[in-house]
């Protein structure tokens, strides 16, 4: 389905962070957006506030009447979803197109220039933080994160103009091999989601495969240390980041009184005093990997020093499904 004919979305397991941010990033569009979810929230009932059609049982009688046309709706689901899930069955028996999250947002890789984070840990603080300093910077971004931005009150950040958009990489389900990043942060790769992989090292070479997804041209920036062994295609930079090696790194670091302050070492240029508006010691590292994303895609030093002092953190962090 070419996207000028989808006039109405409908997700499954419409509740969860990664899927309520691309249900807004469709009601900002102007479209019909509704949906199933197993038990209102607080976050259902805010996306009902901005205009999308929810309901909590599952029957296909509870689907709105413009969500049942295949020639003009879109189904988004969620693998945690059963196969045997009513409506899913309904709309697989009726031929429709439908899509898990992470392919609509591998679609969006494909039309913008992906900033995607990945990792067993860290992603989601390390994407926000990024998304933040790119949204207050003069290049501005889209952004869908895996938390609520205390900055923004929401998972979503929209853009009218700007080419960038930062994603959170679920590893869940192999979920980030549908993304084509332009750079990647990859922050760890600590064995998890066994179930899916069942051993650790089918969990490095999934993430193996997802550096080969990095567009040519593109960059990856990887924690220093990590065990997976990148594989990028030629033209990829590569550079390793940490708290105190890698090509990307802190220095002169103090933490005083409630505060924290460090200057950064980076191939493009050091940046110094940079002061955390979250101060706790683990955004040193999360912060060095947010700031060399976004200045290895043009922020400039003064940017990157206000992005990171006006960074409030997330007030909820979930899984993506």
Excluded at 68 to 91: M, W
Excluded at 161 to 190: C, G, K, N, Q
Excluded at 248 to 263: L, P
């Amino acid at each position: 389905m070419k996207p000028k004919d989808i006039k109405a979305v409908y997700f499954i397991g419409a509740g969860g962070i990664g899927m309520s941010a691309i249900a807004r990033y469709f009601i900002k569009k102007g479209l019909v957006v509704a949906g199933y979810d197993k038990t209102p929230s607080e976050l259902t009932q805010q996306l009902e506030k901005e205009g999308m059609l929810l309901h909590y049982e599952e029957s296909v009688t509870e689907i709105p009447y413009v969500c049942k046309d295949p020639r003009s709706c879109l189904v988004i689901y969620t693998p945690a979803i059963p196969e045997s899930h009513q409506e899913l069955a309904f709309f697989r028996a009726n031929g429709f197109e439908i899509e898990k999250r992470a392919q609509v947002l591998g679609t969006l890789t494909c039309t913008h220039k992906g900033l995607c984070f990945a990792g067993t840990h860290g992603k989601t603080t390390t994407s926000a933080m990024c998304a933040h300093i790119m949204h207050q910077s003069h290049l501005d971004c889209n952004a869908f994160l895996g938390g609520i931005s205390k900055n923004y009150g929401t998972n979503y950040i929209l853009s009218d103009h700007s080419d960038y958009v930062v994603i959170e990489a679920d590893e869940f389900d192999r979920s980030f091999h549908w993304l084509r990043p332009w750079m990647s942060v990859i922050t760890s790769t600590d064995p998890d989601h066994l179930d899916i992989y069942g051993t650790e090292e089918a969990y490095l070479d999934s993430f193996r495969y997802y550096t080969t997804l990095i567009q040519e041209g593109g960059a990856l920036i990887i924690h220093h240390g990590l065990q997976m062994k990148p594989e990028v295609k030629p033209g990829v930079r590569i550079y390793q980041y940490g708290l105190n090696k890698g090509d990307f790194h802190a220095t002169n670091i103090q933490i005083d009184n409630g505060e924290i302050t460090f200057d950064l070492i980076s191939p493009v240029e050091d940046v110094k005093g940079i002061h955390l508006g979250q101060p706790v010691p683990i955004n040193i590292e999360n912060g060095v990997a947010a700031m060399a994303m976004a200045q290895l895609n043009g922020c400039t030093a003064a940017e990157l020093k206000y992005g990171m002092k006006t960074y409030q953190g997330l007030t909820a962090v979930s899984i993506l499904r």
